[in-house]
Nanobody
Framework: QVELVESGGGLVQAGGSLSLSCAAS????????MGWYRQAPGKQRELVAD???????NYADSVKGRFTISRDNAKKTVHLQMNRLKPEDTAVYYC??????????????WGQGTQVTVSS
């Protein structure tokens, strides 16, 4: 019913930059929070950053000042600009969207994940 397509992952050297994008499609009647999570091997999935429909943002302490989240409500997209990347940022990054579908139901939807690898 709701599909999330992520793009932009890849391999980059430490200190470099990458940009991730996530586009939502399907029978969506509203979107609330949009966010990015990541999961490194052997670790739990963790919040990287999220943004409300009103534009309020929240970042993990480990990425503050380096990553920027933004969204385009009309296009149903969310972006993550990652600068000054570190090897510890290496993980699979997942997009998450809180979407309203019919019958009236707010649910969380996840993307398939995109690999980000930062070499030292």
């Amino acid at each position: 019913q709701v599909e999330l397509v992520e793009s932009g992952g890849g391999l980059v050297q430490a200190g470099g930059s990458l940009s991730l994008s996530c586009a939502a499609s399907g029978r969506i009647f509203g979107i609330d929070a949009m966010g990015w999570y990541r999961q490194a091997p052997g670790k739990q999935r963790e919040l990287v950053a999220d943004i409300t429909s009103g534009g309020n943002t929240n970042y993990a302490d480990s990425v503050k000042g380096r990553f920027t989240i933004s969204r385009d409500n009309a296009k149903k997209t969310v972006h993550l600009q990652m600068n000054r990347l570190k090897p510890e940022d290496t993980a699979v990054y997942y997009c998450k969207v809180q979407a309203l579908t019919l019958p009236v139901s707010w649910d969380d939807y996840w993307g398939q994940g995109t690999q980000v690898t930062v070499s030292s």
